[in-house]
Structure formats: C-alpha cells, structure tokens
C-alpha cells in the first residue's frame, strides 16, 4: 500500500531553534513536495525535489531515495513560520500525489 | 498575476442541493487540480486536467461529483445532490507542463485560496 507517513504530527519550539520535519514513503517516487498551509488555510508550495538538497532562503529539503525519506529544515525558526507542512510524493507510474497528514509546527516568541 | 483564483470562498448549503465551486488558474498554465481537505483523510486529488482534458478522475468520491473544464481559464466542480458528509475545503489548483517531459504532477503547483463548504 502506498502511504506517506510524517512525523511529528505537532512540534512546538522556541524562536531560533533549528526545525526538523519528517517524511516517510512506502513506494518508489520520481519526485516528492513540500507544501505549507498557513493557519489562514492558504497552501503554498515550498519545494519539488527528486534527489539531493534544495534550499530557499531559511528552508531546506534533503531526500535519500533509497531510504525513502525526506527532510525538512527550518534554520533559525521564526514565529511566522508556524503552519502545517505537508509531504507529497508522486509515485513511480502513478497520476495522483499522496499526501502525508501534516506536521503543525508552533514557534513561540 | 493574480494567482489561481477560486469562489465563492465560503458556501454554507443545505443537504441536497446543487453546489458548484469555480476556479480560474494561473494564466498559461495547462494543467489544473481539484482537491478536497478534510481532518480526517487530509489532503485527497479528486481529478485533473491536462489542456483542458480529464487525465485522472478515480480520486472523485461518488457520481455525485463531477468536475468539467470548457476552456484554459475556468473550471467547475459540481456536487448534486450534497451530503453533509461533502462538508470540506476543497482547493483548486494549477501549474505548468511542458509540451514535452515528466507528468504534469511534477511540477509546481500554485493553490487557490480554498472554498470552505459546509452542508447541513
């Protein structure tokens, strides 16, 4: 069965601390997302990777293919980067993306 | 541009009534997802388009949804008659595929802002 599990499914942290996201999934893939759902609701997607490491600005993702599993990092988390992350991995042969449940992250002041 | 644009935002309905939500990608974009947000099963695709033609519809839940694209710019989902069980957020959204290359999945995709329905 194909499935993409996260975890954490909540983290709470202090401002500054560095964030690690998980993402596990069961089948080959040719690529795998990272999106961010605000508490207002609004999805935006953070990265599309199929191998190695991306980084934008304060956000990095890693995947190991062979592991099946993916990372995501928050340097120097700031209370704005509080929101749901979400995984999504597009199988190997499939049409569809199979989401993870979401990680609610919170970062206090 | 004004990013993928969805409506109406909120639809408050009564079990048993039609419901059509609309959507209007990104300019130049081909390729065009609906997807329904719920707590308990998360983020689910319901159907795609590619150039305005259904690729993947077997994520729509009942023959009480359909879901038509009669042109690049526009976009319905329609659910007749609804249940409360449809209550949901359901989101549009969009990206662009090569003419030649990898599945449209892919690549980027750019989110509307989500119509939030309930129904009673």
């Known amino acids: 069965k194909n499935e993409v599990e996260q975890s954490p499914q909540n983290l709470t942290a202090q401002e500054g601390e560095f964030i690690t996201i998980n993402c596990s999934y069961s089948v080959g893939i040719s690529a795998l997302h990272w999106l961010q759902q605000h508490p207002g609701g609004g999805i935006v997607s953070l990265f599309m990777l199929s191998s190695g490491k991306k980084k934008h600005g304060r956000l990095i993702a890693t995947i190991n293919i062979q592991e099946k599993h993916s990372s995501l990092h928050i340097t120097a988390s700031h209370p704005r980067d509080s929101a749901v992350y979400i995984c999504?991995?597009?199988?190997?042969?499939?049409?569809?993306?199979?989401f993870g449940q979401g990680t609610r992250l919170t970062i206090n002041p | 541009d004004a990013g993928v644009i969805q409506s109406p935002r909120h639809e408050v309905t009564e079990m048993g009534q039609e419901v059509t939500l609309r959507c209007k990608p990104i300019s130049g974009h081909n390729s065009l997802f609906w997807y329904r947000q719920t707590m308990m099963r998360g983020l689910e695709l319901l159907i795609y388009?590619?150039?305005?033609?259904?690729?993947?519809d077997s994520g729509m839940p009942e023959d009480r949804f359909s879901a038509k694209m009669p042109n690049a710019s526009f976009s319905t989902l329609k659910i007749q008659p609804s249940e409360p069980r449809d209550s949901a957020v359901y989101f549009c959204?969009?990206?662009?595929?090569?003419?030649?290359?990898?599945?449209?999945?892919?690549?980027?995709?750019?989110f509307g802002p989500g119509t939030r329905l309930t129904v009673t």
């Open positions: 999504a991995s597009h199988p190997q042969g499939a049409q569809k993306l199979v």
């Open positions: 959204a969009s990206s662009h595929r090569p003419l030649l290359g990898r599945e449209a999945i892919n690549y980027e995709q750019y």
């Open positions: 388009f590619n150039n305005n033609v259904p690729i993947d």
